[in-house]
């Protein structure tokens, strides 16, 4: 009942829906029925992981989507050995450090996993997506267990950094590295795929620093969204380099009377994370194939729009908080062209700034990177026909204005002159002189003196 009041009050959700579920986007639909048994498998496998992710894979160009998903899969399997508190120090990293090496034994499977690991099926049925890696393209496997491999032992060094376990993440340059082995990575080695698929332009790999955003401005909006998982989990992720300015322990941020202060800790981190859109699109811009631009551009919307709900936001440290599956499915249905990807950050970044209160000590910083993203935008937003046709009309309209508005300030000037010697013939000026005679008139007027 909660669900369908909701779309009553936001019609243009229940609008997103139907459609979705009428006329669904989808570029290349999956026929299971020419599929392996196992490979199938894997596909329930990434249903039953993923909530956000699944459904688009499924639609990618057949070129890349096996190796997505599986890529996809196999992650998740590593990072459910990460998350597992049930599994001992002593076993988990050496299968942390060595997980891209079971990529390669037909037949492994792990059973081990606490009882209470939602994805712990993964690892249980892991032999079937092995199977299936192993008939992806060389360049595909090179780059999963390239992947894999880095992302295993980035994992398995916080996992024995006792400082990390203790206290949690110091400075941002802490922050970032951890983000690039959770998020940097997979987005590393989707730019992979992208080029060697030639889907994407060279400027993906020429400039590292537009991939790296794209997984760590999803994982920093994650970050700040789980702060209640995490906290009663006993961990945290915020860097003191940015809380501590505000308040002596994290913990103190789930008592009610710090909330202000929580907030002013929340700005601090939405101004971090809003640092990377600006590559996040120009990333986007570079992808060329229709089907991975949405794959790949449906979570940055997603993150942009979570960002925008915890901004300024108490119950951030009260509950986990999601966007609406009605406004989900309509931001899915809005970002399937470039124009309107642009649209949706330009209305984030927008209700982000309104939120933004002048008691917060960082106000004048969020403004002023709020105002040069929108900016951005504004210079590199595709423009429908529509919109060109209107400012086309809008510069006709403007030079037929200003040739009106000269002619008339030229015509009240010849007015003016008129008007002013017929006053003075009016009082008894004679204009019965030669034109000759002015000149010396005016040589004497201009110089001051006589030549």
């Known amino acids: ?16 829906i139907i459609q ?27 249903n039953l992981t993923s909530r956000s992710f699944a459904a688009v894979i499924q639609q990618l160009h057949p070129e890349l989507r096996d190796a997505v998903s599986l890529f996809y899969i196999i992650l998740r ?40 690991e939602k994805d712990r099926i993964v690892l249980v049925e892991f032999d079937k997506v092995i199977e299936e890696y192993q008939k992806l393209k060389p360049e595909y496997k090179q780059v999963i ?18 400082q990390f376990n203790r206290d949690g993440l110091e400075t941002i340059k802490d922050y970032d590295l951890y983000c690039y082995y959770v998020a940097g990575l997979v987005g590393n080695g989707l730019t992979k795929m992208a080029t060697l698929s030639k889907f994407g332009t060279s400027v993906l790999e020429e400039k590292p620093e537009l991939q790296n955003s794209m997984g760590l401005f999803l994982q920093k909006t994650n970050i700040i969204r789980d702060f209640r998982e995490d906290l009663d989990d006993n961990r945290s992720f915020y860097p003191k380099e940015l809380w501590g300015k505000h308040i002596s322990s994290l913990k103190l941020l789930a008592d009610r009377a710090n909330a202000e202060t929580g907030t002013h800790v929340i700005t601090e981190m939405t101004i971090n994370a809003l640092e990377h859109v600006e590559h996040v699109l120009e990333y986007l811009d570079n992808v ?3 089907s991975l631009y949405r794959f790949c551009a449906i979570p940055q919307v997603m993150a942009i729009a979570t960002l925008e709900l915890v901004f300024n936001n108490k119950e951030v440290f009260q509950r986990n908080l999601k966007i609406r599956k009605g406004l989900a499915v309509k931001l899915i249905m809005e970002s399937q062209t470039r124009t309107g990807v642009y649209n949706i950050f330009k209305e984030y970044v927008q209700k982000i700034h309104l939120k933004n209160t002048p008691k917060d000590p960082n106000y004048l910083k969020l403004e002023i990177l709020c105002g040069r993203i929108e900016q951005v935008i504004e210079q590199h ?29 030229g015509g009240a000037a010849l007015g003016t002159c008129v008007l002013m010697l017929f006053i003075a013939w009016l009082n008894g000026a004679q204009f019965n002189f030669s034109p000759k005679e002015l000149i010396p008139v005016a040589q ?8």
Not at 1 to 12: A, R, V
Not at 38 to 46: A, H, I, K, M, V
Not at 145 to 162: L, P
């Open 288 to 290: 060329s194939e229709p």
């Open 145 to 162: 267990s390239d992947i894999t491999h880095k992302m295993g032992n980035g994992m398995a060094d916080y996992a024995i950094d006792e």
């Open 1 to 16: 009942m909660g669900k369908f009041t909701e779309l009553i009050f936001h019609p243009s959700e229940l609008r997103a």
């Open 20 to 46: 979705y579920k009428v006329f669904p986007p989808v570029l290349y639909p999956r026929d299971p029925s020419v599929e392996s048994p196992t490979l199938q498998r894997c596909y329930e496998l990434l």
């Open 381 to 409: 937003r595709p423009r429908t026909e529509e919109e060109v046709q209107k400012k086309e009309e809008e510069e006709r309209l403007g030079t037929k204005d200003t040739l009106l508005l000269f002619g008339a300030a």
């Open 444 to 451: 004497k007027g201009y110089f001051g003196s006589d030549l």
């Open 77 to 116: 399997g590593l990072d459910t050995i990460e998350d597992d508190m049930t599994i001992s120090t002593e076993k988990k990293i050496p299968l942390l450090r060595t997980f891209d090496q079971v990529l390669e034994k037909p037949g492994w499977t792990f059973t081990e996993s606490g009882p209470n």
